[in-house]
């Protein structure tokens, strides 16, 4: 059972290059989600899909595109790399459809991205 | 809005004696609460949640919390530390939409 798998673990990138985190999950949920995590700050939502088609921004959206064109796939996509995008990144995911209120979301390992 | 604060950014240990990690948090609502661990180089796994049915709730490995509505608290507490409990540690607080706010992480350092 895999769970959440993100891709890639690593990655550095240049001052306005563009790449794609990738996520998929196997577990037929509904809700999928990225977040940042920067020292001392905890995690902060950047963007969020309650389904396919369905996408909607959070805490920290600027600078970040999502679409959600299957279940099991949730892309974020950085258009061009800043160094302030420097942060650890984690996919969520969870069944909970109707709200988050008693829905335990399953986090996949993070990709560390790094901004020159 | 909501909003958590979690007291402590470092606590330390010795093995075997008690933890206690303080959350305190901000809801315009009837909240749901939870507690998740972050092990080095890894995901966040839930410890706990409390979702309006019993104030004393209980985890994995050990790990119970108490939701205390007039301090607007939600305290993680283990009798006995254990080595593998050293870990970051979120308190997370939700009002029932599609946004949790995290805290700011609690580092547990367990000495031998």
């Known amino acids: 059972n895999a769970g959440v798998t993100q891709t890639p673990k690593f990655q550095v990138l240049k001052t306005g290059q563009s790449m794609t985190l990738q996520c998929a999950q196997d577990m037929n949920h509904e809700y999928m989600s990225w977040y940042r995590q920067d020292p001392g700050m905890g995690l902060r939502l950047i963007h969020y899909s309650v389904g396919a088609g369905i996408t909607d921004q959070g805490e920290v959206p600027n600078g970040y595109n999502v679409s959600r064109s299957t279940t099991e796939d949730f892309p974020l996509r950085l258009l061009s790399a800043a160094p302030s995008q420097t942060s650890v990144y984690f996919c969520?995911?969870?069944?909970?459809?109707?709200?988050?209120?008693?829905?335990?979301?399953?986090f996949g390992e993070g990709s560390r991205l790094t901004v020159l | 809005a909501q909003s958590v604060t979690q007291l402590d950014s470092h606590v330390s240990v010795s093995e075997g004696t008690p933890v206690l990690l303080r959350c305190n948090y901000s809801s315009s609502y009837s909240p749901s609460l939870f507690w998740y661990v972050q092990h080095p180089n890894k995901g966040l796994q839930l410890l706990l949640k409390?979702?309006?049915?019993?104030?004393l709730v209980k985890g994995i490995n050990g790990f119970e919390a108490e939701f205390k509505k007039s301090e607007t608290s939600f305290h993680l507490t283990k009798p006995s530390a254990h080595m593998s409990d050293a870990a970051e540690y979120f308190c997370?607080?939700?009002?029932?939409?599609?946004?949790?706010?995290f805290g700011a992480g609690t580092t547990v350092t367990v000495r031998a």
């Open positions: 409390y979702t309006s049915a019993a104030t």
């Open positions: 997370v607080v939700s009002d029932n939409d599609y946004k949790l706010s």
């Open positions: 969520a995911s969870s069944r909970t459809s109707g709200g988050l209120g008693t829905g335990e979301l399953f």
